[in-house]
């Protein structure tokens, strides 16, 4: 369970792409987030043990004399569960400002032994990958959908572009994402508004059910949870994940650089 903790967090939080919906929107007047935006999310384990860390930043950088962003998520054990399993994960993702489209990523894991260094260059114009695992000297080729996203840029393009004044509940997104090696189908699912307590006070939410396949990790395909801020700048609040042994929890415990005002309806 401990070597998936911080994949599992940042699957949660970036698995939304570019499906053809019209919850979404084809055109994003005004941004939901922009350079200088940090998050810091505290994990824990069945409720009470901290597991770790988890961070995303947003840079800006330029690419073929386009403006683009640069967002560095980071992940690692902390406390006791360093001294038995420890974990320095550092995923990027380098995307056009306008479409939010990707053209690369990279993941560089160290998860209790168990490595992987990974650049993927994207070529979104004809729809294709190249994978350049590092660790293993190989490079490869592979076919995308149009549009592809990849586990980080995903978050970012739903914060940007999903019409949340749409959405009624039970309606479902669909999504291509491109991961390691493989292209990924999946679906997400709106359940609701909801008011929920957290480390600035209490916040009003929109609530969200992404499905995953049940197996090893995860306890069913229904197993996560996710909590998004309801104000312009959709801050992730809270992740639950129902695993196949125990449970995990991610919870907002810093941020700054927010675009938009945020909505605390109590403060603590």
């Known amino acids: 369970m401990k070597k998936r903790q911080h994949i599992v967090f940042l699957l949660l939080l970036t698995q939304v792409a570019v499906a ?4 979404l929107k084809t055109k994003t007047s005004e941004s939901a987030f922009g350079a200088g935006e940090w998050f810091k999310f505290r994990m824990s384990y069945s409720g009470f043990l901290k597991a770790g860390n988890a961070t995303l ?3 800006e950088s330029k690419y073929n004399n386009k403006d683009t962003y640069h967002v560095v998520g980071k992940g690692w054990t902390t406390g006791m569960i360093k001294w038995f399993f420890k974990v320095k994960d550092r995923y990027e993702s380098y995307f056009y400002k306008d479409s939010i ?3 690369r990523f990279i993941r560089n894991i160290d998860e209790g032994g168990h490595t992987k260094d ?7 114009q004809n729809h ?4 350049n695992d590092k660790k293993h000297n190989k490079k490869s080729v592979f076919d995308t959908k149009p549009n592809i996203q990849d586990m980080v840029s995903t978050f970012y393009y739903l914060r940007n572009n999903l019409d949340t004044k749409k959405l009624k509940v039970g309606d479902e997104v669909r999504v291509d994402m491109f991961f390691d090696e493989e292209n990924y189908g999946f679906k997400l699912k ?3 508004e909801d008011i929920i307590d ?3 006070g209490t916040i009003e939410a929109l609530k969200f059910r992404p499905y995953v396949m049940a197996g090893r990790v995860f306890k069913e395909e229904e197993s996560l949870t996710l909590w998004v801020s309801k104000d312009k700048n959709k801050v992730p609040l809270r992740i639950k ?4 042994v125990g449970s995990l929890r991610a919870d907002l415990e810093a941020f700054k650089g927010l675009k938009h005002p945020f909505k605390i309806v109590v403060k603590n």
């Open 118 to 124: 990974i650049e993927i260059n994207f070529d979104q």
């Open 198 to 200: 957290t480390d600035f």
């Open 128 to 131: 294709k990958a190249h994978v």
């Open 101 to 103: 489209k990707p053209y």
């Open 20 to 23: 053809q919906t019209s919850l």
């Open 241 to 244: 994940a129902d695993l196949a």
């Open 57 to 59: 930043t947003v840079k």
């Open 190 to 192: 709106y359940l609701g």
